[in-house]
């Protein structure tokens, strides 16, 4: 199974992109990250639309989408790594992620989506989630493979 990120922004070099390295490093399943921006300079409602139409082309053929957002559903850990699981086992050969920009995600974008994820009734900086997400697919990958990295 491949994992894959389409993100709104650019993450530069600092503690969230470090500690997105860290635990992308970390992983054995193929990660790519794929960022866009779109133009500034527009309403909110036209700028999650211009993002939603990059996010779009960002994403690989055939994957199941899973768009974050705070409405989405929130899982344990184990939980997680129980859907990652059957998507992998079902033949779903690329998971790919949707990480919306400070406005969010478009709403349709996300009723598009295969399903939505929350981490959590807060709000993120969409450059932390990046991380927050990889930690969560590093943990998902030790549940699945026994490690005792995660502990109930």
């Known amino acids: 199974m491949r994992i894959h990120i389409a993100a709104v922004g650019k993450a530069r070099a600092g503690p969230a992109r470090d500690l997105y390295d860290f ?7 193929p990660l790519a990250l794929r960022e866009v921006a779109a133009k500034k300079g527009l309403s909110a409602a036209r700028l999650t639309g211009a993002e939603a139409d990059l996010l779009r082309a960002a994403l690989p053929d055939r994957a199941t989408v899973i768009a974050l957002d705070e409405r989405g559903r929130a899982l344990a850990s184990a939980d997680f790594a ?7 086992d079902a033949g ?11 406005d969010g995600l478009d709403a349709a974008l ?19 989630v990046r ?3 990889a930690e969560q697919l590093y943990r998902a990958q030790q549940i699945l493979a026994g490690h005792p990295y995660h502990r109930d």
Do not use: C, D, K
């Open 131 to 133: 991380a927050l997400l």
């Open 92 to 102: 779903n050969g690329t998971v790919a992620f949707l990480i919306g920009g400070a």
């Open 23 to 29: 635990y992308a490093r970390r992983l054995t399943w």
């Open 110 to 128: 996300r009723a598009e989506a295969h399903a939505q994820l929350s981490l959590g009734p807060m709000t993120w900086p969409h450059l932390l």
């Open 82 to 88: 129980a859907r990652l699981e059957a998507w992998r």
